[in-house]
């Protein structure tokens, strides 16, 4: 919502005027579909071809290639189903648009700005102090987790943070703001589009647990 507010983009652009090759299957699909999880569009997170990739290192252009030419689940705008593919589509516009990495552009635009220095991309093969173990679930017992390549997630996760963190991002990203209504909106709200321009987001409870790291995951 940044390029949004400085007029490098609008979110009621189609998402071809960034990725030109994209094929929308004769769709139009805007970038306000990407980010309140209208686009129809599959999320890749949820195909059973990917639960055998979790460990592969892979490209930008090779995670929209898993997605790109399934068949949409539905019209876009027609109806809300959360989906990571659009946090993809939208990393890869930000790229675009900014002329920066994803990973450049959270640190230069958000963390370092906040002062966040325990926030950060996450990259699985570095070293990097304090950070916490995942944990999954087998049944009624908790096991490691299993491995991940952050390449994977890429914009709709990735990154690592902690508690206090979050506390400061949470309150900056509700902060009063002329334009934060809409979006903060159309960043939080799982309503279709018409519905979220005419709503007021309310502020989260901030985490009350200190954590010495914590990786965001997403679904």
């Keep these: 919502m940044m390029l949004a507010e400085e007029g490098k983009l609008s979110v009621s652009d189609p998402i071809t005027k960034f990725l030109p090759d994209y094929p929308t299957q004769g769709r139009t699909i805007t970038v306000e579909h990407l980010l309140t999880h209208t686009s129809g569009i599959q999320s890749y997170t949820d195909m059973p071809k990917w639960r055998g990739m979790l460990r592969q290192d892979i490209s930008l252009a090779e995670l929209v290639d898993l997605f790109k030419s399934e ?107 002329p334009t934060a209504s809409t979006s903060r909106c159309c960043r939080t709200s799982p309503r279709p589009p018409r519905m979220c321009r005419r709503s007021r987001a309310r502020p989260r409870p901030s985490p009350s647990a200190s954590l010495s790291s914590t990786r965001r995951w997403w679904r």
Excluded: C
């Excluded at 996450?122 to 995942?134: L, N, Q």
């Design 71 to 177: 068949p949409m689940q539905f019209a876009p705008g027609e109806k809300w189903r959360y989906n990571n593919s659009g946090y993809i589509l939208l990393g890869a516009i930000i790229e675009k648009v900014s002329g920066k990495k994803y990973a450049d552009f959270v640190r230069e635009r958000i963390f370092d700005p906040l002062g966040m220095s325990q926030t950060r991309y996450d990259v699985t093969g570095e070293v990097i102090a304090r950070r916490a173990a995942g944990y999954g679930k087998t049944g009624d017992r908790f096991v490691n987790a299993q491995y991940l390549s952050m390449t994977q997630p890429y914009a709709a996760g990735a990154l690592l943070s902690t508690a206090e963190a979050y506390r400061v991002s949470a309150r900056m990203s509700f902060a009063s703001h």
